[in-house]
């Protein structure tokens, strides 16, 4: 149990375009979904955190205008990277938390989505 | 700010041995402290949560320790296989700000 699914796995799009990167829990209501970055060799970084429902809390530093998330329902949540440049290419990773649970509490990690801004 | 340092980038060892790596923080202790294991373009899976007021924990094969006064958790995987080959992070997480740190984690390679 506690599958979370990534859509698409990677993708690569010019610059200047919009990519839709799309998060899924299989077999469990995520209350709370999380966005994070991965670069080459360095750790996660937190972006964002979704509540179902209500407008997500950024990070300090993470442009809300540029990465735009939705979390429209128990078991999906969105991260739309607009107007991507070169300097967005990372991976990226989504988490979820089942009611419950408190934050962060024992996450259940996608499989991740690799960007590359050509 | 928090600083978190896992003891090196890589770690070779023999199978059979016991793998230990090492989360180190700065500054406050968070209320609890996660492991995670990450193969090569993958996400994160979850292994072990240790809180604050626990002194070890033990899954199978792995062991975690956390002392707030050296500021150091320890991971320890016994009898180590091939197959427990992968990256390590180690994540903090602070209740008073609800924010979670990972560290940049720790290669592991078991050698037959």
């Known amino acids: 149990g506690a599958v979370v699914s990534q859509h698409p796995s990677w993708v690569i799009c010019k610059s200047g375009t919009s990519v839709k990167i799309e998060c899924r829990s299989l077999?469990?209501?995520?209350?709370?979904m999380f966005w994070y970055r991965q670069f080459p060799k360095q750790s996660l970084m937190l972006m964002a955190t979704s509540n179902e429902g209500s407008k997500a809390t950024y990070e300090q530093g993470v442009e809300k205008d540029k990465f735009l998330i939705n979390h429209a329902s128990l078991t999906l949540s969105t991260l739309t990277v607009t107007s991507a440049h070169p300097e967005d290419s990372s991976f990226y990773i989504c988490?979820?938390?089942?009611?419950?649970?408190?934050?962060?509490?024992?996450?259940?990690f996608g499989p991740g989505t690799r960007l590359t801004v050509t | 700010s928090q600083k978190i340092e896992q003891n090196s980038e890589a770690l070779n060892i023999q199978e059979g041995k016991t793998a230990t790596l090492t989360c180190n923080y700065t500054n406050y202790s968070p209320a609890y402290l996660q492991w995670y294991r990450q193969d090569p373009g993958r996400g994160p899976v979850f292994l072990l949560l240790i809180r604050e007021n626990e002194k070890e924990k033990r899954k199978e094969r792995l062991k975690v320790t956390f002392d707030t006064t050296l500021k150091q958790s320890l991971f320890h995987i016994t009898a180590s296989q091939p197959a427990d080959s992968a990256t390590y992070l180690c994540?903090?997480?602070?209740?008073?700000?609800?924010?979670?740190?990972f560290g940049s984690g720790t290669r592991l390679s078991i050698r037959p």
């Open positions: 994540a903090l997480y602070y209740s008073s700000a609800s924010k979670i740190i």
């Open positions: 988490s979820a938390s089942g009611p419950g649970q408190g934050m962060f509490m024992e996450q259940y």
């Open positions: 077999d469990f209501q995520a209350t709370t």
